[in-house]
């Protein structure tokens, strides 16, 4: 029997030789999904004749602890980006990965080749760690690969990030809310991959659609909050911002036009009075529709010998 905790993910630059970075999660849904055919052929016996893969589905997602230098690479290439002197922008480059699932037990590998990131998300609730979730979509399947000639990176090993000490609160029009604070967010970037399959192939092709960054939030109830929910129905936008990041590794999210969503909140028996606001990034006056820069500290030199 295989063990759960000996599963291992790694993943390297798609048709790379170089060494595999072993990733870090707290658990995953990678693999390889069949989608059948099944003969409809009429019979005088009552008996059904069988079925035939004719889709193979590779990818699936990763769930994470958000810490420093871990994820970078995904985080641009939810994007289509690469970092650039430390800064992230919507990019229209897709960025591939292939992914190796390692059984490591059982000496079993499959590797998934051609993998685009369709989605990121980042998740913050107060007192809470910093969570992510990773979706992949790829192009090809090997069920037999062979790593024994293969090197690997150990598992970055930054402390986690937590919604109390390495997130700096959220910013609306450059200051925090007057009297209150928000309580949870959540970002997520969509790349809308299309998909599609070409006659004489199992595994199916993904394209690039437009981007989609979108926000979730819980916002203590005040004045100030509530004029969240007023410039929603008067489609007046808002600029949002916050950092987050340990040891001097940060990473900073500006979103210049947040498009609002939101209702005033009803009243309940000895509760907290909260707001649930969704935000829908659009194009700013900069030209962007988020903007991420890293801060990535100089390492201190090795003592002489």
């Known amino acids: 029997m295989a063990a759960s905790n000996l599963v291992r993910i790694a993943y390297r630059a798609n048709g790379s030789s170089g060494p595999w970075q072993i990733l870090r999660r707290t658990n995953d849904a990678l693999t390889a999904g069949t989608e059948v055919q099944r003969s409809d052929e009429i019979r005088s016996d009552r008996q059904r004749s069988g079925q035939k893969v004719t889709t193979i589905t590779a990818g699936g997602t990763l769930d994470v602890e958000i810490s420093a230098g871990s ?12 970092w650039t002197d ?29 993998m685009e990131v369709g989605q990121f998300s980042i998740s913050a609730d107060s007192g809470q760690k910093i969570t992510g979730q990773i979706t992949f979509m790829g192009r090809a399947v090997d069920a037999d690969y062979d790593p024994s000639g293969d090197t690997f990176l150990d598992e970055t090993t930054t402390i986690i990030f937590d919604a109390s000490s390495n997130l700096n609160g959220v910013l609306v029009d450059g200051a925090p809310l007057v009297n209150t604070c928000f309580k949870s967010l959540g ?17 199916q092709n993904h394209f690039l659609g437009s981007s989609d960054i979108t926000t979730t939030s819980t916002v203590r109830m005040a004045s100030s909050s509530l004029d969240l929910w007023r410039r929603s129905i008067a489609n007046e936008p808002i600029e949002m911002a916050f950092m987050m990041g340990a040891n001097g590794y940060t990473y ?11 209702e005033p909140p009803s009243g309940a028996l000895d509760a907290i009075l909260d707001m649930s606001v969704d935000g829908t990034a659009a194009v700013a006056a ?20």
């Open 286 to 305: 900069n030209g962007e529709m988020i903007t991420i820069t890293r801060n990535v500290p100089t390492p201190e030199p090795e003592p002489a010998p």
């Open 252 to 262: 900073n999210f500006e979103l210049g036009r947040v498009d609002l969503s939101t």
């Open 187 to 203: 970002l997520t970037i969509n790349a809308n991959l299309q998909t599609d399959q070409c006659i004489g192939s199992q595994f």
């Open 86 to 114: 430390n800064v992230l922008t919507v990019g229209t480059t897709p960025v591939r990965f292939d992914v190796l699932k390692s059984y490591m037990d059982s000496d079993e590998h499959i590797m998934f080749t051609d």
């Open 71 to 82: 994820y970078d690479d995904f985080l641009a290439a939810a994007l289509c980006t690469t």
